[in-house]
T-cell receptor
Framework: ETGVTQTPRHLVMGMTNKKSLKCEQH?????MYWYKQSAKKPLELMFV???????ENNSVPSRFSPECPNSSHLFLHLHTLQPEDSALYLC?????????????FGPGTRLTVT | QQQVKQSPQSLIVQKGGISIINCAYE??????FPWYQQFPGKGPALLIA?????SEKKEGRFTISFNKSAKQFSLHIMDSQPGDSATYFC?????????????FGQGTTLQVKP
């Protein structure tokens, strides 16, 4: 595997379900990010982790719970989501601090909440 | 203050023509301005980036022009090709804050007709 991988690529879940999105980066980076991409809206930064520590929570509802067990893996735990949470969820990684604007994105997980 | 405004929303260009996408920002604390390219089914990929102390940066057919006083920057794609058809996002980063926080524009969908 190379780059940034995300699983699953597609997910359909009911409003009462609990599911998790997984991201893995094979680039030796030490910063990881979750973004939400909705139609007709800019990419929205959700969370930032630097060296496994959360450094940014962009006012994300608590029904989204991130976890970063090490610099290579990032999870997004989902529970009691709303239909408006349906979107493409993108994971990205970069070198922390130096050139942090140079982010490498995975292909995303297309989430549909029914 | 934190927004980056991008225009046009969509753009159709003939093969060989010049594609121009514009962005504007308000926050003078931004100090990196990357452009990302996204193909359907893929995550965004860094295309080119510029710092505000540089007025122009060119990489191959892609050029960023930066006007610090007007707080505007633009992407020019010279000799546009059908393979350039994608969605383009401008972004701004407070690199000096080292958080990796990127603020994205709304995106421009470019179609290059053969």
């Amino acid at each position: 595997e190379t780059g940034v991988t995300q699983t699953p690529r597609h997910l359909v879940m009911g409003m009462t379900n609990k599911k998790s999105l997984k991201c893995e980066q094979h680039l030796g980076h030490n910063a990881m990010y979750w973004y939400k991409q909705s139609a007709k809206k800019p990419l929205e930064l959700m969370f930032v982790y630097n060296f496994k520590e959360q450094t940014e929570n962009n006012s994300v509802p608590s029904r989204f719970s991130p976890e970063c067990p090490n610099s290579s893996h990032l999870f997004l735990h989902l529970h009691t989501l709303q239909p408006e949470d349906s979107a493409l969820y993108l994971c990205a990684s970069s070198q922390a601090r130096i050139r942090a604007y140079e982010q490498y994105f995975g292909p995303g997980t297309r989430l549909t909440v029914t | 203050q934190q927004q980056v405004k991008q225009s046009p929303q969509s753009l159709i260009v003939q093969k060989g023509g010049i594609s121009i996408i514009n962005c504007a920002y308000e926050n003078t604390a931004f100090d990196y301005f990357p452009w990302y390219q996204q193909f359907p089914g893929k995550g965004p990929a860094l295309l080119i980036a510029i710092r505000p102390d540089v007025s122009e940066k060119k990489e191959g057919r892609f050029t960023i022009s930066f006007n610090k006083s007007a707080k505007q920057f633009s992407l020019h794609i010279m000799d546009s090709q059908p393979g350039d058809s994608a969605t383009y996002f401008c972004a701004a980063s407070q690199g000096s804050s080292n958080t990796g926080k990127l603020i994205f524009g709304q995106g421009t969908t470019l179609q290059v007709k053969p």
